[in-house]
């Protein structure tokens, strides 16, 4: 089974609202990513988890804020989102970070609308 | 920094056509190659994949070799289909397994 799921499919909010994004994956990889895209563009990197610790921080807004509460779950928490904040959330995961050789396999991503 | 730049889109073909995407990298180590595709509403699913060189990945009809001396893993398949089209985005995943993507190619195949 090589599925990582992702919870709500759509969700759309407003800018004083606070909702969370949910990622899961039972493949028992130790590294999980969550990533931005915009229209026509590729997956930005916005956080990375390593053995359920935060490893990296591509100096995201503090206005998301990612927990990974075991190995097999990631959430993203979102609050006070702007408009451009809009976009499709995708969440990865691969078996570690140490080999540059594993692959990432990716959730169907949450699009979300903030208006 | 590594990098990868892909060939620009949109590219339009007739079903039963050739198809080649190009993609070249640079990198400071020995990166492992991947091309992933992105159907419309969907995440990104991988497609092949090449970890040294002389490697050629190949899944669904779709071929890429692991080019050191010119730094390239092109897309080839000989014969697309309307199924094909799609965004695919050519990557690489160096030590830290931090993946850096291309900017997309856009591909519609056409009946």
């Known amino acids: 089974d090589t599925e990582v799921t992702q919870t709500p499919k759509h969700l759309v909010m407003g800018m004083t609202n606070k909702k969370s994004l949910k990622c899961e994956q039972h493949?028992?990889?130790?590294?999980m990513y969550w990533y931005k895209q915009k229209a026509k563009k590729p997956p930005e990197l916005m956080f990375v988890y390593s053995y359920e610790k935060l490893s990296i921080n591509e100096s995201v807004p503090s206005r998301f804020s990612p927990e990974c509460p075991n190995s097999s779950l990631l959430n993203l928490h979102l609050h006070a989102l702007q408009p451009e904040d809009s976009a499709l959330y995708l969440c990865?995961?691969?078996?570690?970070?140490?080999?540059?050789?594993?692959?990432?396999?990716f959730g169907p991503g949450t699009r979300l609308t903030v208006t | 920094g590594n990098s990868v730049t892909q060939m620009e889109g949109p590219v339009t073909l007739s079903e039963e056509a050739f198809l080649t995407i190009n993609c070249t990298y640079t990198a400071t180590g020995y990166p492992s190659l991947f091309w992933y595709v992105q159907y419309p509403g969907e995440g990104l699913q991988l497609l092949l994949k090449a970890t040294k060189a002389d490697d050629k990945g190949s899944n669904k009809g779709f071929e890429a070799t692991y080019r050191k001396e010119t730094t390239s893993f092109h897309l080839e398949k000989g014969s697309v289909q309307v199924s094909d089209s799609a965004v695919y985005f050519c990557?690489?995943?160096?030590?830290?397994?931090?993946?850096?993507f291309g900017a997309g190619t856009r591909l519609t195949v056409k009946p």
């Open positions: 493949m028992g990889h130790r590294a």
């Open positions: 990557a690489l995943s160096d030590w830290g397994n931090d993946m850096r």
């Open positions: 990865a995961s691969s078996q570690a970070r140490d080999r540059r050789t594993y692959e990432q396999y």
